[in-house]
């Protein structure tokens, strides 16, 4: 079982960036796909970032979010910068045991409690 927390959610103004984290309790955490999700209140879950052997992005925050994995500290980082109010959302991390990349988050095995982010305009 892979336990994952969140961490570096925030309040920031409109503009700014922030750096979320999520930690892996699995050391072979790098045989999983991961991906970062995020849900507003009212709204369904949405795919936001997504990484196997390269990266994928939705639309909404290509060129401006930044998906990676450190395997030195068994986390998988998301930086988001040039933030916007409609980025406001709870953020979650989720592993997929299949090494294969998906936007959704039916196919994600593992999930962590989630990260609040909130950017005022």
């Known amino acids: 079982q892979v336990q994952l927390v969140e961490s570096g959610g925030g309040l920031v103004q409109a503009g700014a960036s922030l750096r979320l984290s999520c930690a892996a309790s699995?050391?072979?955490?790098?045989?999983?796909?991961a991906a970062w999700f995020r849900q507003a209140p009212g709204n369904e879950r949405e795919f936001v970032a997504g990484?196997?052997?390269?990266?994928y992005y939705a639309d909404s925050v290509k060129g401006r979010f930044t998906i990676s994995r450190d395997n030195a500290t068994n986390t998988v980082n998301l930086r988001m910068n040039s933030l916007k109010p409609e980025d406001t959302a709870v953020y979650y991390c989720?592993?997929?045991?299949?090494?294969?990349?998906?936007?959704?988050?039916?196919?994600?095995?593992?999930w962590g409690r989630g990260t609040q982010v909130t950017v005022s305009s």
């Open positions: 989720a592993f997929r045991r299949q090494f294969r990349g998906s936007r959704s988050p039916n196919d994600y095995d593992y």
């Open positions: 990484l196997t052997w390269s990266t």
């Open positions: 699995e050391r072979t955490f790098n045989s999983y796909a």
